[in-house]
């Protein structure tokens, strides 16, 4: 039962972001969805609309004060705030790659629109999570978790967030707010795996034993840790990965 429970979801125009706001709405949370371009905002909002209570917010989270905006907006807007999941993607250009050939303007970079976005997000949010018990969850990806060459960067930035969001699960925890990363490694049928293009995504995918996961597959995992069926879970990093690391 959501009760109406506002979820949302920052970077949900994307391909996963718009997995979970369709599955929110049909479990009955009421959706805020945001994005960076306006078109594809509206054109979920249009396309989902039918299907609940659904509004779109735009801001770039490389603005000034975008989480803070955001936040405020969408508690303007509906009211309250019980779950926010950032599905941001976003990055400079060569931030995989091997390590020499790689710029520290580039981490310093992608440091502030991944670990750095997620903690204005979170600090911004959370008066309103700790209102009714709400959830937190980051996305990250398993080069957070297990080591590969060409992921240096990346690897270091994710698992930045993911020691955010264990420490920051305990302390939350008192008041009554829970929080998750979920990490992919690789996911199908998204504009990313068909940046990465189809020989790609058929190599890594023979390896994944389960097959890789699609952004279906992700959301039903994301909103069973924003429920309650989940109260007594926090502080957990969950890879979505069909198998390909374990
Ligand atoms: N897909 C994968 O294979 C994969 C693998 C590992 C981890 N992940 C992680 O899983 C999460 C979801 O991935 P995804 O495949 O859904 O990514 P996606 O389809 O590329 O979606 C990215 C979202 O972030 C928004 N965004 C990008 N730059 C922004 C900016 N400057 N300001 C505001 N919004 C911005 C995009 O909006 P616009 O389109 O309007 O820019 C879009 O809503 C991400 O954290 C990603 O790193 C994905």
Known sequence: MTDGRVLLV???????????AREALAEGWKVAVHGRSEDKVHALVAGLSDQGTIDGFIADIREDEAAETLVAEVA???????AVIDCTACGPMGITGLFPETSPD????????????????????????????????AFVSDAGIHAARRQTLVGAAR???????????????????????????????????????????????RRAGLGLPTPEDIAPIALFLCGDRARRITGQVISINGGLNA
């Open 10 to 20: 920052a970077g949900g125009s994307g391909s996963v972001g718009s997995a979970i």
């Open 76 to 82: 303007e807007h509906f009211g309250r705030i019980d």
């Open 106 to 137: 580039v981490f310093t970079d992608f440091l502030d629109v991944s670990v750095g976005w997620f903690e204005r997000l979170a600090h911004a949010a959370y008066t309103f999570l700790a209102q009714e018990g709400g959830t937190l969850i």
């Open 159 to 205: 698992a930045a967030t993911i020691g955010f969001i264990r420490n920051f699960a305990i302390e939350a925890a008192h008041d009554g707010i829970r929080a998750h990363a979920i990490s992919p490694s690789y996911v199908a049928e998204t504009e990313i795996s068909r940046r990465k293009g189809t020989e790609f995504m058929s190599r890594v995918s």
